[in-house]
């Protein structure tokens, strides 16, 4: 797996496979997955019960690279009870009236929740940085920004995880032509999904400083291969789980303690039940 967490390590997208690892197939992958989804639905129960944390999985990748996609599958393992999913699109009038951050911050995850971001906070040093939508003296201060708001973030106890949905510029051309002969992707037809292949490498070089100035350990990126959807999937989901299950066992003890508090009370409330009848019988 191409995770990043530290800061300043150089990234070279092209350097690394958006295709599965040799020996990797459909059928082994999709076996693992269903593996994985059983136990990522306990490790979020677990996680909503105890309200100790919470998960931001942020979602970027180009146009065509399968955020939908994941969403649709990874989320798809998890109980909806905990789980918000927020696209982000162009900036509101509203929104281009606060900081960049405002209008993510407010969608962060309770403690218990899982909350999705397709596109995020990322999107204003890549997108503006890509079309000079603002100097590079403003952009160019936000990694630090948007390093502080995930700090401050993972201290009130939310897991964040960041992916790259990693593709080729072929298979984004072969993705894009799908949709326009598919009825049930047709509605997702922009022109400027191809406007912006012109931008490419622009981009790539986008995407490596982002990764490269915001990977800390606390909320690495992984760099997810997307060429082939069903890899992509199990990917993410391999994360996911490998992130969250160190502390199923503290979610669990709160769980417990909880439990042994809830049947305290209970018990109390019962004595006292009793005592008050016991009371109106004596009075009688």
Known sequence: ??????????????????????GMTREKAEKRFATLGRELFELQDAMYGSKVNSVLVVLQGRDGAGKDGSIKHVVGCLNPRGVIVTSFGVPTLEERQHDFLWRVHRHAPRLGEFSIFNRSHYEDVLVVRVHDLAPGSVWKERFGHIRDFEELLAEHGTIVLKYFLHITKKEQEQRLLEREESPDTAWKLNPNDWKERDHWDDYTGAYEDAISKTAVKHAPWT????????YRNLVI????????????KGWEDTLDAMGKAGREGLEAYRAQVAAAREGKRKAR
Request: hydrophobic share 40%.
């Open 237 to 248: 989901a391999e994360s996911i789980v490998g992130a969250l299950k160190g502390r199923r």
């Open 1 to 22: 797996m191409n995770v990043f967490d530290k800061p300043g390590r150089k990234v070279r997208l092209d350097d690394i496979s958006a295709d599965p690892p040799k």
């Open 223 to 230: 760099i997810v291969p997307a060429n082939a959807k069903w």
